[in-house]
């Protein structure tokens, strides 16, 4: 087995890796400090975008590519080391123009818009020039299981009419945020299977009816491009604005997750590698009791377990990456499960064993651990809590058991 990246990846490595320490590090503090203020730092990331699709870093993530769409044509395997790099300082995939959930929609414009609706919205998300927004999650149901949603998508002659309110809606407050792609239920019907009663509409957020009624904090920390509430009420738009079919919504969401998973945890592992990395500066530099914390058997231990479980993760997220490419999302699913438990989980203990090396000073916005910390933990909820991908895991442990009922007997016995 070769464990090795291939040339052409190391190559893309070394290249973002430079892009990111002469462009997007240097420009880290201003980003944050514009950020902090409530404003969105358009001006230091346009700039950037522009030089990164000069230097063909754009659209890494995007593998199903036509000839004439911009961008750099990679498998999920060649472009999850990518996304770790990425990840280490998260507002840097949208120069890249591999952000969340951005990625995530132009996967469903390429799979589902028809050519009307790609050369509206797909083109100029290809291109850069607008964001979007992924509407499902909803305050006054469990999520976490979709068929709960409420909100309404009913057709009324040319027109759908969308009512619900939404949360958790990523890029709404975005200051080039112009459409969101909303799950809601298209069919009351009880004959209807419960999987085939919900669409996905295209809503333009200036339409009517349409409001962001606040920026929902994730642990006090405000994402300058919103993680929104948003109520939809009584909005019209045209039948034209339909992705994919009626009763298609929760088959089309599946195929948005996939590969959009594998993006997450590889950010996710950048993150821990930036933490432990952190880590180990302050154990060498940092005194106590008359030693340098490096010397104290605990810490050791921590910076261990650190390099060990983030070296699992990764190789069960190229695994998973590997799956998608050979048999595609429905062949990964159990194992995008899988890498989304584990990289979530990850997150929070090894950023929690930075932050107690560095003590108070790991509470406080002095470093991104405590940023890191509570990202990690609303990692766990994101694109599904933990207990779902538990189930789905065990569901498929249990279908080959039940398939091979007996198999293990033999095992038993000693005598």
Same mark, same amino acid.
């Given at each position: 087995?070769?464990?090795?990246?291939?040339?052409?990846?190391?190559?893309?490595?070394?290249? @973002?890796?430079?892009?990111?320490?002469?462009?997007?590090?240097?420009?880290?503090? #201003?980003?944050?400090?514009?950020?902090?203020?409530?404003?969105?730092?358009?001006? $230091?990331?346009? /700039?950037?975008?522009?030089?990164?699709?000069?230097?063909?870093?754009?659209? @890494? %993530?995007?593998?199903?590519?036509?000839?004439?769409? /911009?961008?750099?044509?990679?498998?999920?395997? +060649?472009?999850?080391?990518?996304? +770790?790099?990425?990840?280490? $300082?998260?507002? #840097?995939?949208?120069?890249?123009?591999?952000?969340?959930?951005?990625?995530?929609?132009? +996967?469903?414009?390429?799979?589902?818009?028809?050519?009307?609706?790609?050369?509206?919205?797909?083109? /100029?998300?290809?291109?850069? &020039?607008?964001?979007?927004? %992924?509407?499902?999650? +909803?305050?006054?149901?469990?999520?976490?299981?979709?068929?709960?949603? &409420?909100?309404?998508?009913? &057709?009324?002659?040319?027109?759908?009419? $969308?009512?619900?309110?939404?949360?958790?809606?990523?890029? =709404?407050?975005? /200051?080039?945020?112009? %459409?969101?792609?909303?799950?809601?239920?298209?069919?009351?019907?009880?004959?209807?299977?419960?999987?085939?009663?919900?669409?996905?509409?295209?809503?333009?957020?200036?339409?009517?009816?349409?409001?962001?009624?606040?920026?929902?904090? $994730?642990?006090?920390?405000?994402?300058?491009?919103?993680?929104?509430?948003?109520?939809?009420?009584?909005?019209?738009?045209?039948?034209?604005? @339909?992705?994919?079919?009626?009763?298609?919504?929760?088959?089309?969401?599946?195929? *948005?997750?996939?590969?959009?998973?594998?993006?997450?945890?590889?950010?996710?592992?950048?993150?821990?590698?930036?933490?432990?990395?952190?880590?180990?500066?302050?154990?060498?530099? *940092?005194?106590?009791?008359?030693?340098?914390?490096?010397? %104290?058997?605990?810490?050791?231990?921590?910076?261990?377990?650190?390099?060990?479980?983030?070296?699992?993760?990764?190789?069960?997220?190229?695994?998973?990456?590997?799956?998608?490419?050979?048999?595609?999302?429905?062949?990964?699913?159990?194992?995008?499960?899988?890498?989304?438990?584990?990289?979530?989980?990850?997150?929070? &203990?090894?950023?929690?064993?930075?932050?107690?090396?560095?003590?108070?000073?790991?509470?406080?916005?002095?470093?991104?651990?405590?940023?890191?910390?509570?990202?990690?933990?609303?990692?766990?909820?994101?694109?599904?809590?933990?207990?779902?991908?538990?189930?789905?895991?065990?569901?498929?442990?249990? =279908?080959?058991?039940?398939?091979?009922?007996?198999?293990?007997?033999?095992?038993?016995?000693?005598?």
């Amino acid at each position: 087995m070769d464990f090795h990246y291939s040339p052409k990846v190391q190559a893309l490595q070394e290249k @973002l890796k430079d892009f990111m320490e002469h462009h997007v590090l240097r420009a880290n503090a #201003s980003w944050n400090r514009i950020a902090d203020s409530g404003t969105y730092p358009l001006d $230091i990331v346009e /700039p950037l975008k522009a030089e990164a699709k000069k230097l063909g870093l754009w659209n @890494l %993530f995007l593998p199903a590519l036509h000839d004439d769409e /911009p961008g750099t044509r990679l498998t999920n395997l +060649e472009y999850a080391p990518l996304a +770790e790099i990425m990840g280490r $300082i998260p507002w #840097s995939p949208e120069v890249f123009n591999c952000n969340a959930p951005d990625t995530g929609n132009m +996967e469903l414009l390429h799979l589902f818009a028809t050519p009307e609706q790609a050369e509206q919205w797909l083109t /100029p998300l290809l291109d850069g &020039r607008i964001r979007s927004s %992924f509407a499902m999650t +909803e305050p006054d149901v469990a999520s976490s299981d979709a068929t709960n949603i &409420r909100t309404t998508i009913r &057709r009324d002659g040319d027109d759908y009419v $969308i009512n619900g309110r939404k949360w958790f809606v990523t890029g =709404a407050s975005h /200051p080039n945020c112009r %459409f969101a792609i909303v799950l809601g239920s298209s069919s009351d019907d009880p004959q209807v299977a419960r999987h085939q009663r919900h669409s996905m509409v295209i809503v333009p957020l200036n339409a009517s009816g349409v409001e962001v009624v606040r920026n929902v904090p $994730i642990m006090h920390h405000v994402a300058p491009e919103g993680h929104c509430e948003v109520v939809f009420s009584n909005v019209r738009v045209p039948v034209s604005n @339909l992705l994919g079919k009626e009763g298609d919504g929760f088959a089309m969401a599946q195929a *948005r997750l996939g590969p959009g998973r594998v993006h997450h945890c590889m950010r996710t592992l950048g993150q821990c590698e930036l933490a432990l990395e952190l880590m180990c500066d302050r154990a060498i530099e *940092r005194r106590a009791f008359s030693k340098h914390l490096s010397d %104290f058997a605990n810490v050791q231990d921590w910076i261990a377990h650190s390099r060990l479980e983030i070296d699992q993760a990764r190789l069960l997220v190229l695994k998973a990456a590997w799956v998608l490419d050979q048999g595609g999302n429905q062949a990964g699913y159990v194992d995008v499960s899988g890498i989304k438990l584990v990289a979530a989980q990850l997150q929070t &203990r090894v950023v929690d064993r930075a932050i107690q090396v560095f003590g108070a000073m790991g509470l406080t916005p002095d470093t991104p651990l405590s940023f890191l910390w509570t990202w990690g933990r609303a990692m766990r909820f994101l694109d599904g809590p933990d207990e779902v991908h538990l189930r789905t895991v065990a569901r498929a442990e249990l =279908a080959k058991a039940k398939a091979n009922p007996g198999s293990t007997r033999a095992w038993l016995t000693t005598q």
